[in-house]
């Protein structure tokens, strides 16, 4: 069965370095989105993606954060410069778009931990 | 905006007694609604999804919700609860049928004792 894949599970960096997050996410899905969860606490929303540019974001995802599609496969999220506050899990997740049931499709996550 | 309050961040039922997970939803559209679990150190995995089809949805695991539009609900609820039921359970709703973003209540922790 398909599924969605990120990379690393775990990260470990120091404050004010650059983090990558990737994500491959189902082959035939056209949206993509990125969410994270500080340990405790709700599934909150960073950013969906479509046709190769943000089609929403919330307030948490300032211009710390990118996202990009480099190739037909993989969907990054950076954070150019990190904080303490941004230690959470952050899920990769993906969707097919059209007249489906709006189901999105999870990884099963990466752990960042700033220290 | 849409939204969803889950009654209940913890949960505890003995094994074999019937698990009520509640979930309300505030939308201006008909929404889609959807129940999420995540294991402990896992990802999130699709328990079920309410499609504005049959408002009785079944998913895995023995678990089933019922959209109410009335209540502006769609409580979780299994009949039997097992010990491997033991995760937490996040409630989810969006409006249309892709590129728009699923938002999640706060969970609610499900603990099954013997």
């Known amino acids: 069965e398909p599924e969605v894949t990120q990379t690393p599970s775990h990260q470990v960096t120091q404050m004010g370095q650059e983090v990558i997050l990737r994500c491959v996410p189902i082959s035939n899905h056209l949206y993509f989105y990125w969410y994270r969860q500080i340990l405790g606490q709700k599934v909150e929303f960073l950013v969906s993606f479509y046709n190769n540019e943000i089609s929403e974001k919330s307030e948490i995802f300032d211009d710390q954060f990118s996202v990009e599609r480099p190739d037909g496969s993989n969907f990054t999220l950076k954070i150019r410069s990190t904080k303490l506050e941004d230690s959470a899990m952050y899920f990769c997740?993906?969707?097919?778009?059209?007249?489906?049931?709006?189901?999105?499709?999870f990884g099963e996550g990466s752990r960042l931990t700033v220290l | 905006a849409q939204s969803v309050t889950q009654l209940g961040s913890h949960v505890s039922v003995s094994e074999g007694a019937l698990v009520l997970l509640r979930c309300n939803y505030s939308s201006s559209v008909p929404p889609y609604l959807f129940w999420y679990v995540q294991y402990p150190n896992q990802g999130l995995q699709l328990l079920l999804k309410y499609t504005s089809a049959a408002t009785l949805v079944k998913g895995i695991n023995g678990f089933e919700a019922e959209f109410k539009k009335s209540e502006t609900s769609f409580h979780l609820t299994k009949p039997s609860a097992h010990m491997s039921d033991a995760a937490e359970y996040f409630c989810?709703?969006?409006?249309?049928?892709?590129?728009?973003?699923?938002?999640f209540g706060t969970g609610t922790q499900l603990k099954v004792e013997l």
């Open positions: 989810a709703v969006t409006s249309t049928g892709g590129g728009n973003k699923l938002t």
């Open positions: 997740a993906s969707n097919s778009g059209g007249l489906n049931t709006g189901e999105l499709f």
